[in-house]
């Protein structure tokens, strides 16, 4: 099985700031990564697919790169709504695995 | 705009099925375009992807799980199923359905989720 990590487990940041969340893969999944926003009691969204492709209706402060075993989520100008948890998935090869989450806090 | 809802017990007792249906509305389930997904998330913790069953009714499991869970499809009622055997406390978690957008390969489009507990 593929194993996902992300870093940092968590990060406090303020309302205008950029931040990067960073998602390895223990081998190579090309470009079959996803990410995802949950917030608390709710179901995942999608945000960003095959890596860096933004899904649509989803603002474009939020942008992906990488492929093969690292990838990168940044978000820039953080609004209010942006604190959550982020989620990477890859879709390469069963089981689709998601990282352990990023938990975006304000600070 | 597709929507997804899941059903089933909100309680099961150890070692029985634990049986979950998620009805499909607002787009077609046939589509070779769309896979049916379970996905899982046990209280404060991550997420797990359980499987997937195609539009041909071929089900893909996580093998964590495979030799108690089942997938299946009907496309007549509009809804697609998981049954998962010999139920632990491990299993209990939210249950999401979701929607596996092929062209994309992401899940476009999540249930609410229902949560299961298993306790006797």
């Known amino acids: 099985d593929i194993q996902m990590t992300q870093s940092p487990t968590s990060l406090s940041a303020s309302v205008g700031d950029t931040v990067t969340i960073t998602c390895r893969a223990s081998q190579t999944i090309s470009g079959f990564l996803n990410w995802y926003q949950q917030k608390p009691g709710k179901a995942p969204s999608l945000l960003i697919y095959t890596a860096s492709k933004l899904q649509s209706g989803v603002p474009s402060r939020f942008s992906g790169s990488g492929s093969g075993t690292e990838f990168t989520l940044t978000i820039s100008s953080l609004q209010p709504e942006d604190f959550a948890v982020y989620w990477c998935q890859h879709t390469y090869t069963n089981p689709y695995s998601f990282g352990p989450g990023t938990k975006l806090e304000i600070k | 705009q597709l929507q997804l809802q899941e059903s089933g017990p909100g309680v099961v007792k150890p070692s029985e099925t634990l049986s979950l249906t998620c009805a499909v509305s607002?787009?077609?389930?046939?589509?070779?375009?769309?896979?049916w997904a379970w996905i899982r998330q046990p209280p404060g913790k991550g997420l797990e992807w359980l499987g997937t069953?195609?539009?041909?009714?071929?089900?893909y499991y996580n093998p964590s799980l495979e030799s108690r869970l089942t997938i299946s499809l009907d496309t007549s009622k509009r809804q697609f199923s998981l049954r998962l055997s010999s139920a632990t406390a491990a299993d209990t978690a939210v249950y999401y359905c979701?929607?596996?957008?092929?062209?994309?390969?992401?899940?476009?489009?999540w249930g609410q989720g229902t949560v299961v507990s298993v306790s006797s």
């Open positions: 069953v195609a539009y041909s009714w071929t089900s």
């Open positions: 979701a929607r596996h957008n092929i062209q994309i390969n992401a899940y476009d489009f």
């Open positions: 607002g787009d077609s389930m046939t589509s070779r375009q769309y896979y």
